[in-house]
Structures are given as structure tokens and as C-alpha cells.
């Protein structure tokens, strides 16, 4: 049922496309975003929510994008118009494509300048300059950052540059072996950060604002946030990974592995909101204090911790390695469908799209100093990106392969395909309805429709 022109290489083991699945699941979404989406949106109802949208949501369209990818094994784009004339419909379906790709490149964009913030905290870490560190020369440091439009902007070159150098070559051995090693590290590290928090004076406040929900403190909009995070942080509704999918050797399961991979994600982020939440309050600072948060909170940690120095430096370049693993999945639904539609070279694919990215960005440098000032409905250019593709973009691109999977698929090809047993008739309920409809009331009641 495929063309063969386009049929690429499979994974070599499950373990490869696990691999490859948490490190696009694993990244800033985890360490940065998680922390401060749940500081902003009052702590254990966002959270509550989060779990619950990635539990009823984001694991059914997990398995759904994964199975769509292994059975197309093409660019997200391609896979659509593959899939859909298999099911004999209309190649419309094909815009779904369409959109993931545009909202990987959105995110790209800014994804990169956060990273290159991590990447400045790692030389930052090692001067030593960071030990004993207050809570106020923290945040002085990191507002120095934030105010220089020069610094971010040479660092999110280098992380953009970084990234396209690793895609160009194509998702080499080499770095699925080093994720091996990079994503346990990182686990280590923040469970080392936990024992920390768990000593410090903060402790019991940070547990108790991280998972005592309070739902007088959720509105509709930090529902919508809630379940965007859970696109987000799963990696989920923009093409990356279907087209891991696509690499997947038939009779592999496909839930076990997505089950396990989701479980990872929200293992992560939840580890890394344990070690923040405690430093806030043991410092009185505010859980509200947005992108800034784990750059203003973890320095005072290591700053106090023997061997800090060091262990902040680690974490630092985990981070990175994190953020390097995602943002190639971000990226590489563009550049497969470029070489395989636009006869481009996987270079020339690279430096385009790359090229376009890194323009993009500058909106999200600009805007912590020269353009804050300049908002569009209350948010300034990376607030606007951020929510229009988290918030917006993955959730119409998982409503859509939900409707795919579940309505225009036969069941006979989706349930040989997943191989799942008594399991398959829960997974087909929610992504024939539970799915689409919370993710379609979800959004309809945070712009006001119901
Ligand atoms: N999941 C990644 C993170 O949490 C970001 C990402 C989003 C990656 C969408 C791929 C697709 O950092």
C-alpha cells in the first residue's frame, strides 16, 4: 500500500523508536514550561487537570499518531494523502500535515531562544559565579539575560546552527546511543534536586500547592493551558510522532510503547515541579513569576549544595541534550516533507527551513526587552506564539488524526494494526468520542462559545 520511493529505514528495536519517542516527549516542555504553566495557573488544579488530559486525551491520540504514522511511513504531509486514499476519501486530510508542519516550525522558533537560556546557565554554572547565590541576585541575573537582546539572540543562533548541523546528517546512531545514557542522567539529576527540595524549608508548601487541588484557582483558559501542555509535553498533533511511527517495524506494540513513553513524560515534568515548588516558597518568591521560573529557583539550589557547581553544570547540559532531542523532532516533519516532495537535499532542507526558524525567533528575543511593550490581545510575540500553537495548533492537529484514526480508518486496519486485545474497544471509545469532544469543549469554553 506504499509507495516504495519513499519508504525510509526502520528502527532497529522498539527500544530505538521508545527512544526516540521520549526524547521528543522529554524536553523544555518538562523542565521549563511544566513548572511555570502550573506556578501561573494555580498549582494542584492545573496539575489535576494536566493528568487528567494526558490520561483521557493525549495517550488515545498518542497511539492513534503513531499507528497512522507506522501505517503511511512517510513525512506527516504524505502519510495523510497515503492513508486517506487508502480509506478512499477525500485528500483534504492532507492539511493536517500541513498544519503540524507549520506548528513545529512556530515552536522551533522559540523554542530555540529558551534553550539557548540553558545553554548560557551552563557556562554560567561552571564560572562557580552562581554558588551561595541569593534569591535576589538569582533573579538579577537571570533579568540581565532576559534585557539583552545580544546574549540570546548568539545562543539561540548556536542551538539553531546545533540542531540543523544533527538534522542535515539525518537522526544519526550516534545520538540514539547517547540518548541512552542522557535521559536517565537527566531523571538522576532531577531526583537529586528532589532530595534536596525535600530538606528544605519549603517542602511541605511546595507538595501541598503541587498536588492539593484547589479549583476555585482554575478558569477556563488554565484548562485550555492544561490540556495544551499536555499536547505540548507529549509531543503530540504536529506530525513528530507520526513520523517516528513511520520508522516502527510492523508488530511492535504500539500502546505498551506510547504508554510507556507518556508515563516517562509526566514522570519528568512531575520530578521537576517537586524540586521547584519547595525553593519557591523556601525563598518567598512568587510561583507566578512565568518563563523565568526554574532560571530564578534552581541556581539558589545548587548554589547551596556541595559540589553544586558541577552538578548545576550537569543538569544544565542534560537540559540541553533534552531540548536538542525535541527540537529535532520539531523540525523534522518540514524537512522529510521537503526532500521527499521538493527533491531538495536533506542539506538544502535543513538550511531553509533552519534559516526561516531562526528569523522567526527573533520575535520571541525581542520579546523580553525591545518588544515587550508591543501585545496583541493582552500577549506579547512569544506569548501569542506560544498559545496559538500549544494552545490551538496541537489540539486541532490531535482533534484531526483522532477523527482519522477513528472515523475514516476501518476498524478491521486500526485494530490489526494495534494488536491491543480487550484494550482496543477503550481506546477506540476515546478516540471516537471522549477525545475529540473534551478537547472540542475544552477550547470552545475558553474562548467563550459554551
Ligand atoms: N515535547 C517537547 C517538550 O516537552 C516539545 C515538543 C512539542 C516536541 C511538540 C515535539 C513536538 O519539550
Redesign the pocket.
Given at each position: 500500500m506504499t509507495d516504495q520511493r519513499f519508504l525510509h529505514n526502520q528502527w532497529s528495536s522498539r527500544l530505538a523508536f521508545v527512544l526516540a519517542a521520549s526524547g521528543?516527549?522529554?524536553?523544555?516542555?518538562?523542565i521549563w514550561k511544566f513548572p511555570y504553566l502550573a506556578g501561573e495557573n494555580g498549582g494542584g488544579a492545573f496539575v489535576a487537570v494536566y493528568l487528567l488530559c494526558v490520561v483521557a486525551i493525549g495517550i488515545p491520540i498518542m497511539i492513534a499518531e503513531t499507528m497512522l504514522g507506522r501505517r503511511g511511513r512517510q513525512s506527516p504531509i504524505n502519510t495523510m494523502l497515503t492513508l486517506a486514499q487508502e480509506a478512499k476519501t477525500s485528500s483534504a486530510w492532507h492539511y493536517a500535515g500541513w498544519l503540524g508542519m507549520l506548528s513545529?516550525f512556530l515552536?522551533l522558533s522559540y523554542y530555540s531562544v529558551i534553550a539557548g537560556w540553558s545553554m548560557i546557565y551552563i557556562f554560567k554554572m561552571s564560572s562557580g559565579y552562581l554558588t551561595h547565590i541569593s534569591a535576589d541576585n538569582a533573579s538579577r541575573v537571570f533579568n540581565e539575560l532576559k534585557s539583552s537582546p545580544e546574549i540570546q539572540f548568539i545562543w539561540h543562533t548556536v542551538f539553531m546552527a546545533t540542531t540543523m548541523a544533527i538534522v542535515s546528517r539525518g537522526v544519526s546512531g550516534g545520538l540514539e546511543r547517547a540518548t541512552r545514557f542522557m535521559m536517565p542522567g537527566l531523571f538522576i539529576m532531577l531526583v537529586l534536586l528532589d532530595g534536596y527540595a525535600m530538606n528544605s524549608d519549603g517542602f511541605a508548601q511546595g507538595i501541598s500547592f503541587l498536588f492539593k487541588p484547589d479549583f476555585s484557582r482554575i478558569s477556563g483558559e488554565s484548562v485550555l493551558v492544561a490540556m495544551g501542555q499536555a499536547f505540548?509535553?507529549?509531543?503530540l498533533g504536529?506530525g513528530?510522532i507520526m513520523i517516528y511511527g513511520s520508522y516502527l517495524p510492523d508488530h511492535v506494540s504500539i500502546s505498551r510503547s506510547t504508554v510507556f513513553v507518556a508515563s516517562a513524560d509526566t514522570l519528568v515534568a512531575l520530578l521537576a515541579g517537586v524540586a521547584i515548588f519547595p525553593i519557591v516558597f523556601a525563598n518567598h518568591l512568587e510561583p507566578t513569576m512565568g518563563p523565568g521560573l526554574i532560571f530564578q529557583t534552581l541556581p539558589i539550589a545548587f548554589g547551596q549544595m556541595p559540589g553544586g557547581s558541577l552538578f548545576g553544570l550537569l543538569f544544565f547540559v542534560l537540559v540541553f541534550f533534552a531540548a536538542i532531542t525535541?527540537a529535532i523532532?520539531?523540525i523534522e516533519p518540514a524537512v522529510a516533507w521537503l526532500s521527499e516532495n521538493r527533491a531538495m537535499s536533506r542539506e538544502t532542507a535543513c538550511l531553509r527551513s533552519g534559516l526561516g526558524c531562526w528569523l522567526l525567533g527573533f520575535g520571541t528575543v525581542f520579546s523580553f526587552n525591545l518588544w515587550s511593550e508591543n501585545t496583541w490581545f493582552g500577549k506579547n510575540f512569544f506569548e501569542l506564539v506560544d498559545f496559538i500553537t500549544a494552545n490551538i495548533m496541537l489540539p486541532v492537529g490531535g482533534i484531526l488524526v483522532a477523527l482519522f484514526a477513528g472515523w475514516v480508518m476501518k476498524r478491521e486496519v486500526t485494530e490489526t494494526e494495534l494488536e491491543m486485545g480487550p484494550a482496543y474497544s477503550y481506546w477506540r471509545l476515546a478516540i471516537r468520542y471522549a477525545s475529540p469532544l473534551a478537547v472540542a469543549l475544552v477550547t470552545l469554553s475558553a474562548i467563550g462559545v459554551v
Open positions: 521528543s516527549a522529554i524536553g523544555l516542555g518538562n513545529g515552536i505540548f509535553s507529549l509531543g504536529m513528530s525535541s523532532a520539531l
